[in-house]
């Protein structure tokens, strides 16, 4: 098992600062069960907090998962009211437990089409984000898209009076995930095995997981799974083995 102790051992057993999850196969996992694709993304919600709290008592410093993206509007009304429910859920309920827990959570997106009522609680939370010292968070990408995110990092460069000259390093301060570290793992449950628009700037040297487990049924054991996979890598960003 993956433990806590793990993140002090030896090379090869170092544990992601960084993992990153495509929380995907949630409409599957309701049709196996003749229930409303809704009520998969409501078991996927759960999901992910079992799974938050797991990686927060390993000592993942952020976990990172796609809960909406940018194509994501061209799904039924019902399907968008839905995850957007969920999302307000969730949100409610880290209003209360965030200082309790300390753990961040931000919200990585563009935020302008969502509802007067959901950008109010992303407020409240990013309030509380200010005043929390804790190496712990969540990143829930809503209304995301890479692609969007590049494009909206250069504009926003382009129009800071204090630019530097354009480097990698210049445009990262410009992405949603500023200041953070890339991600080191990227796991996408549900057999599908692609990118679709995740973290496509921050993906250039994370180490990708499949597994054929819907998001719904992903379980702590599969989150050691992928750790335990990881580990085995050798991870060379382009250069030799020393
Ligand atoms: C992909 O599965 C999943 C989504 C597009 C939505 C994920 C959203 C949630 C789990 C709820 C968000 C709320 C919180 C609190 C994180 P799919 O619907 O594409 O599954 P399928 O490929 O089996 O149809």
Redesign the pocket.
Known sequence: MAGADQKTAGQGTVLPRHIAII???????AKKRGLP?TA??AA??ET?RRIASYCRDLGIEYLT?????TE?WKRSADEVSA?MG??KK?LEEAIEKMRRENVRIRILGDLTPLSPELRALIDRVEAIDETLETHTQAN?CVNYGGRDEIVRAVKAWEADPDRGELTEEELSKYLYTAGMPDPDLIIRP?G?ERISNFLLWQSAYSEFYFTDV??PDFTPKDMDAAIAAYQKRDRRYGGVKK
């Open positions: 929380m995907d196969g949630n409409g599957r996992w694709r998969g993304h996927g919600a992910f998962v796609y809960a909406f993206s994501n995850i969920l999302l969730y829930l549900s599908e819907l998001w």
